[in-house]
């Protein structure tokens, strides 16, 4: 093999790749602002790649098993980066859901668990007509990521509804001496979507007067 060729290795593409994108949105960009760190850790990267693909040069001697080795380290970085980042749970509405609030209540004895285990990549949840769904699940059998939808299939936060939503922040509940976590979304018609510390806390009462009549029923 030419011994051109055999310089070309993965980490020295992608090190090449970061300085190359570092000229264009210094180019690009004159005032940078919170730019000036992407262009830092860029470089930084940059730099570590050029490093450690000097290393292995200089250690494995052997081109196909630098080149493997080096591809292998990447494939391993971004599954690693999709399993921590991108392992998404779906929300799944009825489409003549008229809520605010979508709201999952862990740790319910004799409710059913949400099956999500470390190997779930991605996982349908079906939201009842009144917005709050009983698990039996722990509070930390979650995945990272939230897509909702409809029944209808129609994504909120897309272009094919004016229904939007976003997270509100975790918190719990005590009914009957005992402590139960929860997560809520809002979901809003327009402009989506923003929440105060004092709508929480006023959920979060009605939530819990919701989870008695509930549990109450069955």
């Known amino acids: 093999m030419n011994n051109t060729l055999k310089k070309i290795t993965p980490f020295l593409i992608l090190a090449l790749s970061s300085i190359i994108y570092v000229i264009f949105i ?6 940078l602002g919170w730019g000036f760190f992407a262009v ?22 052997n081109y196909k098993k630098i080149f493997l080795t080096e591809l292998a380290l990447v494939l391993f970085v971004i599954a690693l980066y999709g399993y921590k980042f991108n392992r998404t749970k779906t929300l799944i509405i009825p489409t003549e859901f008229d809520k605010s609030y979508v709201t999952i209540i862990y740790g319910v ?22 917005g709050i769904l009983l ?6 059998e979650n995945l ?6 409809m029944g209808s299939g129609i994504y909120l936060n897309s ?3 004016e229904k939007g939503f976003t997270r509100m922040a975790e918190s719990e ?11 809520t979304w809002k979901i809003q018609d327009g402009l989506c979507c923003g929440y105060s510390t004092k709508e929480v806390e006023k959920y979060k009462v009605e939530l819990k007067n919701e989870f008695e009549k509930i549990k109450a029923s069955r």
């Open 135 to 140: 698990t039996s699940s722990d509070f930390n």
């Open 159 to 161: 272009d094919e509804t």
């Open 173 to 183: 509940f005590e009914s009957n001496g005992q402590n139960y976590k929860f997560r």
């Open 26 to 31: 210094v180019i690009k960009e004159r005032n």
């Open 144 to 149: 990272r990521e939230t897509d909702m939808k």
């Open 109 to 130: 004895e004799n409710s059913k668990d949400l099956s999500i285990s470390t190997l779930t990549w991605n996982k349908s949840i079906e939201i009842p007509i009144s």
């Open 40 to 61: 830092i850790a860029l470089i930084v990267i940059g730099i570590l790649l050029f490093g450690i693909d000097f290393g292995l040069k200089k250690w494995l001697k």
